[in-house]
């Protein structure tokens, strides 16, 4: 990964943070040639980065890395379906919680949702039909509205940092 010429360019404005849209692997080998350089840049990412990966790519470098998540925090208890997808993903026996794996829980909720919603003959335009009148279902603390304009489903972001142990601190 050639991040050389970001890291000159972006370094000589001395920035006071940075926030990246990349893989894991881009932004772990910038983040370190950045501080291999001096830079003291606050550095953030989106959650598309692989937050685990991440972490794991730049050990003790990643320490106060920030990241937005569009999940709740996995290892939390205070949102209902975090801790469904924790006893079901330990009934499973599935390894340690990540974000990853509770956004893709979260997808399989919602799935299964416009397919109950859909009814019996299930066509493409039944099953779409059917999402985009989803309005504040609740999945279980967690929020979802589609329409014929928004896709997304929902405005949930929260912010954590890569801590000293690798983990994540929200």
């Known amino acids: 990964v050639k991040v050389e010429n970001a890291v000159k360019t972006i370094n000589a404005s001395q920035p006071d943070a940075v926030v990246m849209i990349?893989?894991?692997?881009?932004?772990?080998?910038?983040?370190?040639?950045?501080?291999?350089?001096?830079?003291?840049?606050?550095?953030?990412?989106?959650s598309f980065v692989g937050s685990k990966a991440l972490a794991s790519a730049l050990g003790q470098e990643g320490v106060g890395v920030g990241i937005s998540q569009v999940v709740p925090f996995p290892w939390g208890l205070a949102v209902p379906v975090v801790k469904e997808y924790q006893q079901l993903s330990k009934k499973a026996g599935s390894p340690d919680?990540?974000?990853?794996?509770?956004?893709?829980?979260?997808?399989?909720?919602?799935?299964?949702?416009?397919?109950?919603?859909?009814?019996?003959?299930?066509?493409?335009?039944?099953?779409?039909?059917?999402?985009?009148?989803?309005?504040?279902?609740?999945?279980?603390?967690?929020?979802?509205?589609?329409?014929?304009?928004n896709h997304a489903g929902s405005k949930f972001v929260d912010l954590t940092i890569i801590a000293r142990d690798g983990k994540f601190l929200r």
Not at 23 to 30: D, G, H, L, Q, V
Not at 114 to 135: H, P, S, Y
């Open 22 to 46: 990349s893989a894991y692997t881009s932004c772990a080998e910038f983040i370190r040639q950045m501080r291999k350089a001096g830079s003291a840049a606050q550095f953030y990412n989106v």
């Open 97 to 149: 919680a990540d974000f990853g794996a509770m956004e893709g829980f979260l997808v399989a909720k919602v799935f299964v949702e416009g397919l109950k919603r859909t009814g019996r003959d299930v066509t493409r335009e039944k099953f779409i039909d059917a999402m985009e009148k989803m309005q504040d279902v609740d999945l279980g603390g967690f929020f979802v509205t589609y329409t014929p304009n």
